[in-house]
């Protein structure tokens, strides 16, 4: 019902969500906050085939990962969901290098979360949001999205060592992206970033740095968008990303259209005159590229 408010030929992804797994590989339904089957995001997709595509899940500790991925690339899986602190996955190991080879033969995109994860919850592993855990998936030659722009939070800078400070979140990622050599690698996705809680610094700074803007990728984050503590557009204003005629008529939208008015107001960002570009929400060449396996 609400993809149809959109524009014609407008799909959604959808997203599976695997496990939290103990490192032998082996499921832990009592530490998941939720479990949402590949199987299950592919047939409701196929179901739907004029409204959505699919995004597997899959654990690279799996003793299956390897043939998972391969049944999901069969079946027209679009790309690959983490949220490492959720599902007790350390990006930086040794264990996801099998994975990382078999992403990166294929091309398949790898969508992880980056930065402080409060949606779900994750016990004591919020480090393992570090961007910069990001590094080995890169250096596969992996192609990574780091959902949010890892606008909230903080992280050690494992770059000054061990004990390394405590800097933004977001300024790790901004410091992967500004490497030459993941430019043709890394990504960041938009969603969420426009919540009451990440509508700041970071997201000025990301509208500002438009030599990002071809890197960067649309994304809902739905069914957040509906949730109305999280959003506000009076706090837009007064950040000066909006003016208050806008705000007036995204309220309405948003009575209507959750989907509709996270589109709406991306769209009409501002910061210093800076607004992402058009290609920022034409994400489906991203997601349709070649795939050589």
Known sequence: NLLDGLRPGCKLMLLAFDHARNESGDATPEHSSFYIPDVYARHTAQAHPRAFEWIASIHPYRRDALAALDHALRHGARAVKWLPAAMNIDPASARCDAFYAALARTGLPLITHGGMERAVHVG????????????????????????????????????????????????????????????????????????INRAGPALKRILERTDWHPRLLNGSDYPLPGIMPLFSVNHMVAEGFITAPVAAVLSAIRQHNPLLFDFVLKRHLTFQGHRFSASVFHTQPYFTRAQSA
Do not use: I, W
């Open 124 to 195: 004591d592993r919020q480090s393992l949001g570090n961007p910069l855990r990001l590094r080995r998936a890169l250096d596969h030659g992996v192609r990574v999205v780091v959902a949010h722009c890892a606008t909230m939070g903080q992280d050690q800078d494992l770059d000054r060592g061990a004990n390394g400070p405590y800097v933004t979140s977001f300024e790790l990622f901004s410091r992967l992206m500004d490497d030459a050599r993941y430019e043709k690698l890394l990504s960041g996705d938009l969603s969420a970033v426009t919540q």
